[in-house]
């Protein structure tokens, strides 16, 4: 079993800047990394971005390229996602997760478990 706990959310303006946080705990060394999804209301939950635990290769949708950054904290057993010039676009509920499958990509939500409660992020225009 892993438990994983979002925190960071907020209301920003647009351009300015959030750091959510996943703290983790559990069995994550049965897993292959983590990642970030979010979704916005009546719309389907979409791939933000991941790092891969062995590797700390960062993977990046192209909506967020450039502008958001995924870290980790080994020591703290948290990795976060820095999110700096935000747009209106970027609201939504964030989730972390953690990734069950090898063979699955990054980017594929059935590749991932363990999802987190979520948390608000809101960008004001």
């Known amino acids: 079993q892993v438990q994983l706990v979002e925190s960071g959310g907020g209301l920003v303006q647009a351009g300015g800047s959030l750091r959510l946080s996943c703290a983790a705990s559990g069995r994550t060394s049965s897993t292959y990394g983590l990642g970030w999804f979010r979704q916005a209301p009546g719309k389907e939950r979409q791939f933000v971005a991941a790092?891969?635990?062995?590797?700390?290769?960062?993977y990046y949708a192209d909506s967020v390229k450039g502008r958001f950054i995924i870290f980790r904290d080994n020591a703290k057993n948290t990795v976060y996602l820095q999110m700096n010039s935000l747009k209106p676009e970027d609201t939504a509920v964030y989730y972390c997760?953690?990734?069950?499958?090898?063979?699955?990509?990054?980017?594929?939500?059935?590749?991932?478990?363990?999802w987190g409660q979520g948390t608000q992020v809101t960008v004001s225009s």
């Open positions: 997760a953690v990734k069950r499958s090898l063979y699955s990509n990054y980017d594929t939500y059935s590749g991932y478990g363990y």
């Open positions: 790092i891969d635990w062995s590797t700390s290769s960062e």
